[in-house]
């Protein structure tokens, strides 16, 4: 069964608008995880918009051996102030997976995913030494990459489908084409010995067509439109339909 980690970088957003500590991101996640959530994801930045390394810590202490945690970050992103680097928050936290994403101060959220071959020399001592932090390694790939096999060979144990274009096309009724792209990068990355991971920007409308196309889809982290939904529904019955839907 497909796994859902909820990402909840927008519980931080949210938290960091007024200061303080509410909403609180670690009663968040574990609110998550009594819904059913089987892990939970968060995605640091050097300029500390949303997630801190703090949170961070305080979640790997929650969350201890009761679910999956992973990581996301640029790991060639260097530490600044009190943000010691997406490598030393491995180091200090040891999540399940660490799931690598190219992205700078300068996007509002993640758009892209990696160039496998211009990046494969610098990425494979990066993907060697974070396994040998335990942690699973996935690194962020868009659907139409032409040589995800090159994941494998750099090390990877998985990819990150980077769904966004989907979700787009979905929205505006036509997401033939983007479905299938993806599935096409599912099934020669899993050809290649690597597991299927997605997200960004699904939800409930577009997450059933996704999952039924892509069977051997591991696991699909999502926060921004689950957190949104919550806002209407709460938490718990919110992850309980995404979980119908995975499901299904």
């Known amino acids: 069964m497909t796994r859902l980690s909820v990402n909840v970088n927008k519980i931080a957003v949210l938290r960091n608008s007024r200061g303080g500590n509410e909403p609180d991101v670690c009663a968040a996640a574990n609110a998550c995880l009594l819904a059913g959530a089987a892990g939970i994801t968060v995605h640091p930045r050097p300029d500390q918009r949303h997630i801190r390394p703090d949170d961070v810590r305080a979640l790997k202490a929650g969350i201890g051996s009761a679910a999956e945690y992973n990581i996301e970050g640029n790991g060639f992103a260097p530490a600044r102030g009190s943000y010691p680097g997406l490598l030393g928050l491995v ?15 300068a996007q509002l959220t993640s758009d892209h995913g990696f160039d496998l071959r211009a990046d494969a020399a610098r990425l494979k001592p990066l993907v060697a030494e974070l396994k040998q932090l ?22 990877a144990d998985r ?51 996704l ?38």
């Open 159 to 209: 990819v990150e489908i980077y769904t966004g274009p989907y979700a787009e096309a979905f929205a505006r009724g036509d997401a033939a084409r983007e479905l299938a792209l993806c599935v096409a990068c599912a099934e020669r990355a899993q050809a290649a010995g690597l597991g299927i991971n997605a997200g960004h920007d699904l939800n409930q409308a577009n997450l059933g067509a």
């Open 211 to 248: 999952k039924a196309a892509i069977p051997q889809l591991a696991e699909v982290s999502i926060g921004h439109a689950l957190i949104g939904e919550a806002l209407y529904a709460g938490l718990d019955a919110t992850v309980k339909a995404y979980l119908r839907i995975l499901a299904g």
């Open 134 to 155: 335990g942690a699973r390694v996935s690194l962020f790939v868009d659907m139409d990459v032409s040589d995800v096999e090159r994941a494998a060979e750099i090390g």
């Open 91 to 105: 180091e200090e936290t040891r999540p399940t997976q660490c799931t690598l994403v190219p992205d700078g101060d």
